[in-house]
């Protein structure tokens, strides 16, 4: 699945954005662990911006956001994720 222009929002997943403190590190986290991967993704919702939300997963199974909450660069959007990844 993938998103109309090839992007998908990630579902349960608050990193810092680009240009804003720790953006550099979210950007440089995420791109490492997904580098060569071919990901699998579920759509979850459509956000405000018609963007799709997706929860997505790498080639071994493991859960983006969750990979993201571990290694210290993001945290869990509660607002959306129901306390899914237990951080809220």
């Given at each position: 699945?993938?998103?109309q222009?090839?992007?998908?929002?990630?579902?349960?997943?608050?990193?810092?954005?680009?240009?804003?403190?720790?953006?550099?590190?979210?950007?440089?986290?995420?791109?490492?662990?997904?580098?060569?991967?071919?990901?699998?993704?579920?759509?979850?919702?459509?956000?405000?911006?018609?963007?799709?939300?997706?929860?997505?997963f790498?080639?071994?199974?493991?859960?983006?956001?969750?990979?993201?909450?571990?290694?210290?660069?993001?945290?869990?959007?509660?607002?959306?994720?129901g306390?899914?990844?237990?951080?809220?």
């Amino acid at each position: 699945m993938t998103g109309q222009d090839g992007r998908i929002r990630v579902w349960g997943l608050d990193a810092p954005e680009a240009g804003t403190y720790g953006g550099s590190a979210a950007t440089a986290a995420v791109s490492r662990l997904v580098a060569g991967e071919r990901l699998t993704c579920r759509k979850r919702d459509t956000d405000k911006y018609g963007r799709t939300v997706g929860q997505c997963f790498l080639s071994d199974g493991r859960d983006i956001t969750a990979a993201m909450i571990e290694s210290g660069t993001a945290t869990e959007y509660c607002r959306f994720s129901g306390n899914r990844y237990r951080t809220c």
